[in-house]
């Protein structure tokens, strides 16, 4: 019954949240179920059906000379982009100390949301593939772009992989220590800690992605290198994280919407978390044979 009575306060709670605080409470669930089908429909695409390695300039300018292609990946990008700078807007605010700092993550927030949404919208809708095939642009011989980039994925690889084996810690360590793991060991508290955790990691690799997507305007060169680097087997794992983040994230998140809008959601939050947790297991695993079989044998 507790469970149940804060997450129907949460609701009322967003119900009655003052001016823009409620429209982003609201935005998050509207580009959050507009996300089902663009994140998703693009997570097939690039893990089920194909592999990362293999999204490479012949594969996406293929794509590309399809208008609608071009549109579904400039929605995704302003939706997935501004939904996770909106969400990443909860952190701020729980755990900066400070109306200062709040401030200035609040306004750093937006500059990166401008910044990107430009710089993505200018390599998506000025795509000229000509020119990016034979390599004509500014910078398309500078191949040394495409190893800074490699860099920081190795370097949200390294943080992914530390933030896995800290949790794991966090969770041994309330065992020896006789408590019930993560909090009061609650499946409302598991499925809060991995919302937000699937939520912010998936942020941090977007942002590296659309960067890693806007050398496709430099040069087919400079772009295929970077894609290369997700074949390497340090950053498999992370590849497959990602991929069930996204989906623990997603149905999560339908789960938080049922939970808001239904009275029924309410009653049901713990039965669900469970069926959320268990399908983003379940289908992750396919994609992680495709990315294995492919990217490492
Ligand atoms: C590219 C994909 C996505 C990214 C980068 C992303 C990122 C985020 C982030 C960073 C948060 C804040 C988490 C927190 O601090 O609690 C969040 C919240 C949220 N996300 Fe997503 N998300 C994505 C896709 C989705 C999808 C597909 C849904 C499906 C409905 C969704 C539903 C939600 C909801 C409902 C919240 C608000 C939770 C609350 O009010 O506590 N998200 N998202």
Redesign the pocket.
């Known amino acids: 019954m507790a469970i149940a009575s804060r997450d129907r306060s ?1 609701s009322i709670l967003g119900a009655m949240s003052q001016g823009s605080e409620r429209g982003y ?1 609201y935005f ?2 509207v580009s ?2 507009l ?2 089908f663009l ?2 429909g693009h997570i097939f695409i690039t893990h089920y059906a194909n592999v990362p390695s293999e999204t490479t300039f012949d594969f996406v300018s293929a794509r590309w000379a399809n208008p609608l292609w071009r549109m579904f990946d400039w929605m995704l990008l302003l939706a ?1 982009l501004w ?2 700078l909106i ?2 807007r ?2 701020i605010t729980d755990y900066l100390p400070g109306p200062l700092w709040k401030q200035v993550a609040y306004a750093l927030a937006w500059i990166v949301g401008l910044i990107f949404s430009v710089v993505g919208s200018i390599t998506i809708i000025t795509f000229n593939e000509e020119m990016s095939r034979n390599n004509s642009g500014p910078l398309s011989g500078d191949l040394w772009i495409a190893d800074v980039l490699g860099a920081l994925l190795y370097v949200i690889a390294v943080g992914t992989y530390l933030g896995i084996i800290a949790l794991a810690i966090w969770v041994i360590r309330d065992f020896q220590a006789g408590r019930a793991p993560v909090y009061r060991g609650d499946p409302g508290q598991y499925a ?1 800690v991995f ?2 955790a699937a ?2 990691g ?2 941090f690799f ?1 942002i590296i992605h659309i960067v890693d997507i806007m050398l496709i305007g430099l040069g087919r060169d400079v772009y295929d290198k970077s894609v290369n680097f997700y074949g390497q087997p340090f950053l498999v794992p992370m590849e497959i994280l990602l991929v069930g983040a ?1 989906l623990y ?2 149905f999560n ?2 789960r ?2 049922a939970v808001d809008f239904t009275t029924s959601g309410s009653f049901r939050q713990r039965k669900m978390f469970w069926v959320v947790l268990i399908a983003a297991v379940v289908l992750t695993i396919p994609s992680a044979i495709m990315i294995i079989a492919k990217e490492i044998f």
């Open positions: 949460r409470w998050l669930r959050g179920v996300l089902v994140a998703l997935a939904h996770g969400g990443i909860i952190s809060f919302h937000k939520g912010i998936i942020l977007l996204l994230h997603s998140g339908l938080i919407i």
